[in-house]
């Protein structure tokens, strides 16, 4: 599934916390609208104000809408959603927010088999059959 979702010019002018929990929404509806076989989603971010309000909610009507539309989409096909925080200067955030500066950020394709499902691999049956992997930091 590509992910790639853009903003409105309007949206561009929010602040940055909500542009970002719009990019979280926007991918989950086009995830839904696709079809993803994904139960438990963990969304990695640099956020802390996006992780709250995914995590808690929050008390501006505006956002608190945005969160309530989410758990909503997210309750029908039994999504779970799991906000998870990193610093900025953790690797993951800096590699990630250096590739999506780049012109072709949304052309990152992967064939199947190379794929390893890392999202839903705690819970998993599948998981106990498997060898012990770890993921580098």
Not at 32 to 55: P, R
Not at 95 to 116: G, N, Y
Request: charged share 25%; net charge negative; with cysteine.
């Amino acid at each position: 599934m590509n992910p790639d979702v853009s903003l409105t010019n309007e949206e561009r002018e929010l602040s940055s916390g909500l542009r970002e929990l719009l990019v979280v929404e926007k991918t989950l509806e086009k995830w839904l609208i696709e079809g993803s076989s994904y139960n438990n989603i963990y969304w990695s971010m640099d956020s802390a104000n996006v992780v709250s309000f995914l995590s808690k909610g929050s008390s501006r009507p505006h956002v608190q809408a945005k969160v309530f539309k989410m758990a909503e989409m997210l309750s029908k096909p039994k999504l779970l959603l799991t906000p998870v925080y990193f610093l900025r200067s953790d690797t993951r955030i800096k590699v990630a927010d250096e590739l999506s500066k780049r012109k072709d950020s949304d052309d990152w394709p992967i064939d199947q088999e190379s794929f390893w499902p890392c999202i839903d691999c705690m819970n998993s049956i599948w998981m106990l059959s498997c060898q012990r992997q770890t993921v580098g930091a």
